[in-house]
């Protein structure tokens, strides 16, 4: 054994990519009157005891649904030279539909292919949570998980599946109870490469 040669540059620490803080601003007094006018408007009196609490309460359900809680997204050098997929799966996942403001839930799945760096498993849910705050449509929220991943991460191939059942399906218009909606988005090798490919897929339960 020897001692740490002082020439040589300290080990390497991980790596911070981003603090990410909430990136909707809610102004709740404002979506409190919103919220007062809308039940008027639905012939409701804001003023009834059993109502009165009601605009504060939704304002503050939304600024919640939407509000992303800061993180620090720490990735980790690939010292073990791991090359084979990462995979989180059935991650819950809830969002609000951005056509009728009503939420849609489901489950999701991620993997990613790791380059010269890896993710703590947990950071997964996270970065799905960050995008999921927000008025959304499912397709666009699979890309923009996928696309955060491969711009940040940098990995060799990146997959992202979501299963979710939309109330504003389900409780209006077809009424379909149930049916659940199931977007996916690929990049690299989980895109281009079959074996890959079939890989994810068979880990999500899904066929590719
Ligand atoms: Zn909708």
Not at 48 to 62: G, I, M, S
Not at 68 to 74: E, Q, S
Not at 90 to 108: D, K, M, N, W, Y
Request: charged share 25%.
């Amino acid at each position: 054994m020897t001692a740490p040669d002082p020439a040589l540059p300290p080990p390497e620490r991980p790596a911070h990519l981003h603090v990410v803080r909430s990136r909707t601003d809610v102004d709740v007094p404002d979506a409190e009157n919103a919220v007062a006018a809308l039940l008027r408007a639905l012939g409701r009196d804001p003023a009834d005891p059993h109502l009165v609490d009601t605009p504060r309460r939704v304002a503050d359900a939304y600024a919640e649904l939407l509000t992303a809680p800061p993180f620090d997204l720490t990735t980790f050098p690939n010292d073990e030279g791991y090359n084979e997929l990462v995979m989180a799966t059935a991650i819950p996942v809830q969002s609000l539909c951005e056509h009728h403001l009503l939420p849609f839930t489901g489950v999701a799945h991620i993997g990613y292919l790791p380059g010269e760096r890896i993710l703590g498993l947990s950071k997964l849910a996270r970065v799905l949570d960050l995008f999921a705050r927000d008025l959304q449509v499912q397709e666009r929220l699979t890309q923009q998980v996928a696309d955060w991943l491969q711009d940040n991460l940098d990995p060799r191939g990146v997959g992202v599946v979501i299963e979710a059942e939309h109330l504003c399906m389900s409780l209006r218009g077809v009424r379909a109870r149930g049916a659940r909606t199931t977007t996916s988005a690929l990049h690299g090798l989980v895109r281009e490469d079959a074996r890959s490919r079939q890989e994810f897929f068979a880990l999500t339960g899904l066929r590719g």
